[in-house]
């Protein structure tokens, strides 16, 4: 039962425009996002999060928006540029035998083309 | 910043032999860190918490047996793959929290192990 789905494995952009990331949950009692930026061979870098009490969090060029009644959250990046191009996870923070635990979702692949 | 520091970054190692990963927070203290395991093109999946001073706690289907966890000290974490087997070759990375509540995970570079 995956709790945390991002849909689209890939997405392709051109440099300067928009990329847009989307990322689905099912349990209800998420309250905490992030996503998470990956290269290959290496561990996720923290990009940005969003409590559940907030729809929308921006940091630079990236903005998180939560939507809680449709369990949906997206990743914004704009301008978007070519070293962006990266593996982005979902995460969702619940409790796990008394700890907060991440779940994530399968990454959605972001290539951006010059 | 916070920083998350494993070692090694990759190791290769022969059926039936045993791999220790080493899981460090340079500069902060971590009662908990996570274990979490990727295979290609799958998410990242966790495999048990670390607990310092106790038991780690194991996710559903993660043999303890198989995969040891110590967690000595407030800085140091280790992951032991015991009597590995190619099955077992996957990119290992743990992760800590430098403060309770909702804040995020940090992670390391994680370890690429190959059991031939």
């Known amino acids: 039962d995956q709790q945390v789905k991002q849909n689209s494995p890939s997405l392709s952009v051109q440099e300067g425009r928009i990329s847009i990331l989307n990322c689905d949950y099912t349990n209800s009692m998420f309250d905490y996002f992030l996503w998470y930026k990956k290269y290959p061979a290496e561990g996720p870098t923290f990009l940005i999060s969003i409590s559940s009490i907030k729809d929308k969090n921006e940091d630079g060029r990236f903005t998180v928006f939560l939507n809680k009644s449709a369990k949906h959250l997206s990743l914004h990046i704009v301008p978007s540029q070519p070293g962006d191009s990266a593996v982005y996870f979902c995460a969702a923070s619940g409790l796990r035998g008394g700890y907060s635990t991440l779940t994530f979702g399968k990454g959605t692949m972001l290539l951006v083309s010059p | 910043g916070a920083v998350v520091s494993q070692h090694p970054s990759r190791v290769i190692c022969k059926s039936g032999t045993s791999v220790k990963i080493e899981c460090r927070s340079l500069?902060?203290?971590?009662?908990?860190m996570f274990w979490y395991r990727q295979f290609p093109k799958q998410s990242l999946m966790l495999m048990a918490t670390?607990?310092?001073?106790?038991?780690?706690?194991?996710e559903q289907g993660v043999e303890k047996d198989k995969f040891l966890i110590n967690h000595a000290s407030l800085t140091l974490s280790t992951l032991t793959v015991t009597s590995a087997h190619p099955e077992d070759s996957s990119f290992y990375i743990c992760s800590a929290r430098v403060s309770l509540g909702n804040s995020p995970l940090h992670f390391g570079n994680g370890t690429r192990l190959t059991v031939t």
């Open positions: 500069d902060f203290q971590a009662t908990t």
């Open positions: 670390s607990n310092e001073g106790s038991k780690a706690t194991y």
